[in-house]
C-alpha cells in the first residue's frame, strides 16, 4: 500500500478553474497549472524561468477519443512553451514542473523527459504529439536515483 501524502494547491488568482501552483510537503518541486487562456499571466510567473519539464495537453480532432500530449524540457520553460502557443494549436492546459530550490539542470530534465514520454508510451491512453522519443541521457548513479525521486512525486501529482 503507497504510503499517504498531503498535495497543496494554491489558486493565485482566486479561481479554482484557473492557474494552480502545486506542491507536496518534503518534495523539492513545484508544479503550476493553467489553462492556455491564461498564458499571458502565467507566463510572468517565475518558476517558468527556470529549468523544467512541462506537458501540453488537449484533444485532436482525429484523436478525439483520446487526449493528445505534448512532453517536452527546457532551460527556461516559458520561452519554450512561448514557442508552443505559436504553433501547437491542439492544447487548452499545461503542467510545468520545476524545482522550487533550482536544483533541477539540463540532464535531469531530459532524463524527466524521457522518462515522461516513456510511461505515457507504454501506458497507451494517449495520443503523444511529441516528434521522436527522447534517448536516455547519462546521469551519475546518485543523479538518477534523485531523478527517479522527483519523477516518483511528479506521478503523484498528475492525474
Not at 517536452?72 to 492546459?93: C, L, M, T, Y
Not at 503542467?95 to 535531469?108: D, E, K, P, Q
Request: glycine residues 8%; charged residues 25%.
Amino acid at each position: 500500500m503507497a504510503d499517504p501524502f498531503t498535495i497543496r494547491i494554491f489558486v493565485p488568482d482566486g479561481d479554482p478553474e484557473g492557474v494552480r501552483v502545486i506542491d507536496r510537503m518534503n518534495w523539492t518541486g513545484v508544479g503550476v497549472a493553467f489553462p492556455r487562456t491564461k498564458w499571458s499571466e502565467v507566463r510572468q510567473r517565475p518558476e517558468l524561468q527556470r529549468t523544467g519539464v512541462y506537458i501540453l495537453r488537449g484533444y485532436m480532432e482525429e484523436y478525439a477519443n483520446l487526449p493528445t500530449l505534448y512532453i517536452g524540457q527546457a532551460d527556461s520553460v516559458r520561452n519554450r512553451i512561448e514557442n508552443h502557443v505559436q504553433d501547437k494549436d491542439f492544447w487548452n492546459w499545461g503542467i510545468v514542473f520545476v524545482s522550487a530550490s533550482g536544483g533541477l539542470n539540463r540532464a535531469h530534465v531530459t532524463w524527466l523527459e524521457y522518462a515522461l514520454v516513456k510511461r505515457a508510451s507504454e501506458v497507451n491512453q494517449c495520443h503523444l504529439d511529441n516528434g521522436n522519443a527522447p534517448q536516455e541521457p547519462a546521469l551519475t548513479e546518485a543523479e538518477k536515483a534523485d531523478t527517479q525521486g522527483f519523477l516518483k512525486e511528479i506521478l503523484q501529482i498528475l492525474p
